[in-house]
Nanobody, 124 residues
């Protein structure tokens, strides 16, 4: 089992920044890929970014490229999502998730481990 705990959400004005954290514990050797997803009210959960834990390779959805940065701290077993130039359309509950293999990286159904989510609200 892998446990994931997100933190860092909050309310910010458009153009502002937030940094989300995802702390992993348990069988962390089972989570070679850690992803961030988000879900806005009335919308499906969507992929935001992911990182390959072993080598640090990163993946982003087009809408956040250049604004969001995913990174990891091996010593702390923590993945971060630095979000800059936030827009009202970034408002959602953000979840981190973990999986072992690359297959289905952009598909939330492929991730067996999930955190509880953290709310991000961007005001205009």
């Amino acid at each position: 089992q892998v446990q994931l705990v997100e933190s860092g959400g909050g309310l910010v004005q458009a153009g502002g920044s937030l940094r989300l954290s995802c702390a992993a514990s348990g069988r962390t050797s089972s989570n070679n890929f850690v992803g961030w997803f988000r879900q806005a009210p009335g919308k499906e959960r969507e992929f935001v970014a992911a990182i390959m834990w072993s080598v640090g390779r990163t993946y982003y959805v087009d809408s956040v490229k250049g604004r969001f940065t995913i990174s990891r701290d091996n010593l702390k077993n923590t993945v971060y999502l630095q979000m800059n130039s936030l827009k009202p359309e970034d408002t959602a509950v953000y979840y981190c998730a973990a999986k072992m293999n690359f297959g289905g990286l952009y598909n939330s159904d492929a991730y067996p481990y999930w955190g509880q989510g953290t709310q991000v609200t961007v005001s205009s």
